[in-house]
């Protein structure tokens, strides 16, 4: 359905925040939640089952507002030719199509939790917006090594505190980081708080915890974690059996991991993907490793590997920058428009925490980011 086809109507009203919440009735058999964000130029992010986001143009943030309203199927289709000058049958086709895509990623969640396009001329998944789509949540620069941190580590309250200013601003995903985040006590607090909210949670470690003792790997996905992204060294002591144990399991995983100069790893991240990786991330591990970096990730596209972008980086004790003058396809034009909030609550941009913009604990996102 084209933009062009939009008649001017008066009863789509935005709240101030922009962000309306939807569960299922209790009757129906699939139980989903649905939490929509509308941007200012009424285009929209649509979470669904706080897994899976879809980026909505105009019309499909229109329809998935009614849906959001509790209007029946037939009720949206009367508000909907109020609103737009089409044919009733092609509006009808568009809703089969656009609930189909909804009830597609309901019932196979095990999928990427990130932006995708929709039947109604989706916008550009790269289109820049004022606020991001996600924040990285780095609760500690402390790893599995440092006992201590350099940093005023905030509360758990205040984290939580944090993640609602981020959840009210309509931000609709939160990658917990460290450090190592698995160091904090009250991680799985974290993730629970962040589901009951309806947020797309993920985590990324290189613990080995997580395939080493399987009752603590299902505490975190009982918790609602929602994708993982897990570092590991090819050239280390991971074997595929170890890492098979989470793959088997009902989680969107993505593996990432350096690049060295000598590196040949296109068979073995082929591998993996066979063997129930979702996705791959990785990085050139020192300057003169750029080449292999940039071949590889020509070998994997070429394979349509799905290899995951705009990651972020560790915080660590002795923190550098230096990576970001590496070959990364992580790397993009739109890198401004991801932030880390750091272990005090300082955010900054993604990939340079020593350039913090002001404190979250103490001001709200519209406060922090010029749009």
Known sequence: ??????????????????FYSYHSPEDEARQYRLHLRILPDQSGILIINAQSTLRLNQTATYLAWLKIQGKSETEIVEEALKRYQVDKENLISDMQKFNLQILNIINNPDQAPFITGTDFDSESTERASGLPLRVNLCLTDRDETHAYSKSEELSTESWKEIIQKTYDAGIPQGIFMGGEPVTHPDLIELLEFTEALGMVSGLLTSTN?????????DRILESGLDHLILEVDPEGEQISNQLQKIFDKDLFTCIRFPVYPNSNLAEWAIELVKNGCNALSFYAATLDANDRSALLNQQLTAQNILIEHDLPFSVKHAQSDQHIALFSPEISPFESNLYTVLPDGMLCPQDFTAKPIGSLLSSNWNELIVK
């Open 1 to 18: 359905m084209s933009e062009s086809e939009i008649a001017p109507s008066n009863d789509f009203q935005v709240s101030s925040s922009g």
């Open 209 to 217: 915890k997580l395939y080493e003792d399987e009752s603590y790997l």
